[in-house]
T-cell receptor, first 119, second 114 residues
Framework: AQTVTQSQPEMSVQEAETVTLSCTYD???????LFWYKQPPSRQMILVIR??????QNATENRFSVNFQKAAKSFSLKISDSQLGDAAMYFC????????????????FGKGTHLIIQP | DSGVTQTPKHLITATGQRVTLRCSPR?????VYWYQQSLDQGLQFLIQ???????AKGNILERFSAQQFPDLHSELNLSSLELGDSALYFC?????????????FGSGTQLSVL
């Protein structure tokens, strides 16, 4: 079974600064997807960024980028120019790419990192 | 707004009772996923339906069951409720069922078992 570990229960950063959230995972599969989800106080789960394991290039979405190290099974999220609206719980998630036509497994989530933005 | 609707938003009930949570997926989405978010277990995948058929199971208890109806809405039934079932239950939907599909999450149903 796959596991996802987020070792930072809470992180704090000054507004406009850069912060990096860590995530490691364990899997024996070679093809999979990795995600970062944001959960603000509204509780809505919002997809921040997605990485496909077979792509070596790190994904970027505006101020959000990842550092994907497949051999180390590491997938960190960098948030540049932090804004007050970035304050939320951030979850790292894994999904197997295996699909036999009989359904695909759901996401496996880490425990989350609570990101605080200091004004 | 993700387009996924979950009702009710909040539910308070007693131990031993049975409740039904409802999910309407985004228009055009055939897959529905249920997730549980609790303080103890974090976010866990429960079950997936695609076009009315069960397709994948995660850590779903035997006291829990789900179904997807012909109009594609889904219901999660929780019975013989225990204090530990208190959690936020999310529904997510996607157009298809392959792992490449993007999931859209609802706002969740907060269940409190007293």
């Amino acid at each position: 079974a796959q596991t996802v570990t987020q070792s930072q229960p809470e992180m704090s950063v000054q507004e406009a600064e850069t912060v990096t959230l860590s995530c490691t995972y364990d899997t024996s599969e070679s093809d999979y997807y990795l995600f970062w989800y944001k959960q603000p106080p509204s509780r809505q789960m919002i997809l921040v960024i997605r990485q496909e394991a077979y792509k070596q290039q790190n994904a970027t979405e505006n101020r959000f980028s990842v550092n994907f190290q497949k051999a180390a099974k590491s997938f960190s999220l960098k948030i540049s120019d932090s804004q007050l609206g970035d304050a939320a719980m951030y979850f790292c998630a894994y999904r197997s790419a295996f699909y036999s036509g009989g359904g695909a497994d759901g996401l496996t989530f880490g425990k989350g990192t609570h990101l605080i933005i200091q004004p | 707004d993700s387009g996924v609707t979950q009702t009710p938003k909040h539910l308070i009930t007693a131990t031993g009772q049975r409740v039904t949570l409802r999910c309407s997926p985004r228009s055009g989405d055939l897959s529905v996923y249920w997730y549980q978010q609790s303080l103890d277990q974090g976010l866990q995948f429960l079950i997936q339906y695609y076009n009315g058929e069960e397709r994948a199971k995660g850590n779903i208890l035997e006291r829990f069951s789900a179904q997807q109806f012909p109009d594609l809405h889904s219901e999660l039934n929780l019975s013989s409720l225990e204090l530990g079932d208190s959690a936020l239950y999310f529904c997510a939907s996607s157009e298809g069922e392959s792992p490449t599909e993007k999931l859209f999450f609802g706002s969740g149903t907060q269940l409190s078992v007293l």
